[in-house]
């Protein structure tokens, strides 16, 4: 059982490249988040998602785009990449049975663009 | 507009001290509240989670209480140790709009042996 797991763990983009940050989730949780993480801050939500075929924009949605085509991934790209996007990226994957919905988390890509 | 902060910012205290880390949030209609722990480089590791219908949860030296009628949560550290140092950050689920979380900025702790 790995849990959440990302790919790749650092990257460095030029800016306007484009790339997809993979997460992958074995613990059959419906529910999975992306997140982005600035230096002292908190995560903000990107996008998520309840299930296969759903997702919603989360706070900080500009700039990239989800899919969830199985119960186990769900990609985040990035499209014209943007020195703002400058950030390290967590997705998060939780459990609506027991209904507490306890989130784990990834250990993050922590990505720069130049 | 759902908004979380944490104070202290930072907080630095001598091995053994129990600390207290507070936790403030602005809509009191949460689904739950959920207190990470997250070292330098690395991932969030849950440590307590409280739903809204409860007042507090205990894992060994750790204790989170939950006001939601004054927006507040706690997290207390007994006996604080060198390697509880770490970022300690909290997350309010709504129970509204598709469940989103918010996080707090989070205090960064250094216990000092």
């Known amino acids: 059982n790995a849990g959440v797991t990302q790919t790749p763990k650092f990257r460095i983009l030029k800016i306007g490249q484009s790339m997809t940050l993979q997460c992958t989730q074995d613990?059959?949780?419906?529910?999975m988040y992306w997140y982005r993480q600035d230096p002292g801050m908190g995560l903000k939500l990107i996008y998520y998602?309840?299930?296969?075929?759903?997702?919603d924009k989360g706070e900080v949605p500009n700039g990239y785009n989800v899919s969830r085509s199985t119960t186990e991934d769900f990609p985040l790209r990035l499209e014209l990449a943007a020195p703002s996007q400058t950030s390290v990226y967590f997705c998060?994957?939780?459990?609506?049975?027991?209904?507490?919905?306890?989130?784990?988390f990834g250990p993050g890509t922590r990505l720069t663009v130049t | 507009k759902q908004e979380v902060t944490q104070i202290p910012a930072a907080l630095s205290v001598p091995e053994g001290e129990n600390l207290v880390l507070n936790c403030s949030f602005t809509?009191?209609?949460?689904?739950?509240l959920q207190w990470f722990r997250q070292d330098p480089g690395k991932g969030l590791t849950s440590l307590l989670l409280?739903?809204?219908?409860?007042r507090e949860q205990t894992s060994g030296r750790l204790n989170a209480s939950l006001d939601k009628s004054s927006g507040r949560s706690t997290l207390y550290i007994a006996a604080s140790q060198p390697g509880d140092s770490a970022t300690y950050l909290c997350?309010?689920?709504?129970?509204?709009?598709?469940?989103?979380?918010?996080f707090g900025a989070g205090t960064r702790l250094f216990v000092k042996a």
């Open positions: 998060a994957s939780s459990n609506p049975w027991g209904q507490t919905y306890e989130q784990y």
């Open positions: 613990m059959n949780h419906n529910y």
């Open positions: 998602s309840v299930g296969a075929g759903i997702t």
């Open positions: 809509d009191s209609a949460i689904y739950n």
């Open positions: 409280i739903q809204s219908s409860q």
């Open positions: 997350a309010v689920r709504g129970n509204t709009g598709g469940f989103k979380t918010i």
